[in-house]
């Protein structure tokens, strides 16, 4: 092979370790994926906005219906009293 004893026995022992390496269990599947802490931040800001929007839109939604509810009571009122 045209390398010294000492080189061969080098290599075979750097090989032995590579595949015992090789050998242990690993976990299955992708490795997971770096986690970018901008894009979780920006995520969990869309989260937060998105829960106040509905949160507002009810609070609209309620308001609507709050004030549908006052015109209607003052109807009834002005008719069982005969007021325009």
Avoid: C, H
């Avoid at 080189?7 to 370790?17: A, N």
């Avoid at 829960?51 to 939604?61: N, V």
């Avoid at 009122?77 to 007021?83: F, I, V």
């Amino acid at each position: 092979m045209g390398v010294s004893r000492k080189t061969y026995y080098e290599w075979e022992e750097k090989s032995l370790r590579a595949m015992a390496l090789a050998l242990q269990n690993q976990p299955t599947g992708r490795p997971s994926a770096p986690v970018d802490e901008e894009k979780e931040a920006l995520r969990e800001r869309v989260r937060e906005l998105e829960k106040k929007l509905d949160q507002a839109e009810k609070t609209i939604k309620v308001k609507e219906l709050f004030t549908t509810y006052q015109e209607f009571r003052r109807s009834k009122k002005n008719r069982s009293t005969g007021k325009k």
